[in-house]
């Protein structure tokens, strides 16, 4: 295994002189956590969607822009007197070693130990509410599904799969009532309640709302592809055609993928 050391260093190196408020490079010098901040969660989402194509040849680049992101806040913050790259090392190595006692301690592996742990440091920055420290800026169905699982924690959970599937029911005959009112208002709140509901039956399953909507969203993609080129093959455009067309076509290509699917 090559030492990282050196590669980190010279990492470290290359963000001190990007951000040298003489000779830097000048929009490097006039970025804050602010600005940095979406570009930090861009680059997460391109190592999630890199892993998820498995493209093993690419992810070690899509690491590196994401470890970028941890550089680049940690010299803004040296800059500023806050904190360095070795204080944000050396918290979270102490935190794996402080919630894994089971490996680095005497203490036997128990169910539920790394919660508990989190659940420990939460009281000792005197954060006491059971939602306190949910990030308000994850993206909104793994921010429902972390909600749920928090208040579940404490015993705020229904017992079944069964019950949360009907709860869905419930909130989708709530959304069609005013849906037929026509008030946007009210419209908007029930559909977000239906939308958290079906988060909270992810986590119920023990799936992943993002990743299940991530996989919806590849399929319609290569659906609504494969009957965009079915039509271009007959010397047609989407706009040639009418909506019954585009569902006939819609259908066909799902045909296709079952007997494909059969066949494998």
């Known amino acids: 295994m090559q030492d990282a050391a050196a590669p980190l260093e010279r990492l470290l190196g290359i963000m001190a002189r990007l951000r040298d408020p003489k000779t830097g490079c000048p929009w490097d010098r006039v970025q804050d956590f602010a600005s940095i901040a979406p570009y930090s969660i861009e680059e997460a989402y391109e190592v999630a969607d890199t892993i998820a194509r498995e493209d093993w040849d690419g992810l070690p680049d899509e690491l590196g822009d994401l470890l970028l992101q941890v ?7 040296d800059e500023k007197g806050l904190f360095d790259f070795a204080t944000v090392a050396t918290l979270i190595g102490d935190k794996m070693v402080r919630r894994h006692p089971h490996v680095f ?8 130990q790394w919660e508990n742990g989190k659940a420990l440091e939460r009281l000792a920055r ?3 509410g059971t939602l306190d420290d949910v990030p308000v800026g994850l993206p909104a169905l793994i921010r429902a599904r972390k909600l749920s699982a928090r208040a579940a924690r404490v015993g705020f959970d229904w017992d079944t799969v069964g019950e949360v599937a009907a709860k869905v029911d419930e909130e989708l005959d709530e959304l069609k009532v005013e849906l037929e009112s026509g008030d946007r208002d009210k419209i908007f709140d029930e559909l977000g309640d239906v939308l958290f509901t079906l988060a909270t039956l992810a986590r119920k399953l023990d799936m992943d709302p993002e990743a299940c909507l991530r996989q919806a969203s590849a399929k319609f993609t290569r659906r609504f592809t494969a009957v965009e080129h079915d039509l271009a093959d007959r010397g047609l455009a989407l706009a040639d055609v009418d909506v019954k067309t585009m569902e006939e076509g819609w259908q066909a290509v799902k045909r296709r993928e079952r007997a494909a699917t ?3």
């Not at 550089?71 to 913050?77: D, F, G, L």
């Open 262 to 264: 059969k066949e494998t």
């Open 126 to 128: 005197n954060r006491r």
């Open 71 to 77: 550089v680049y806040h940690a010299q803004m913050a």
């Open 105 to 112: 301690g005497e203490a036997e592996a128990q169910a539920g």
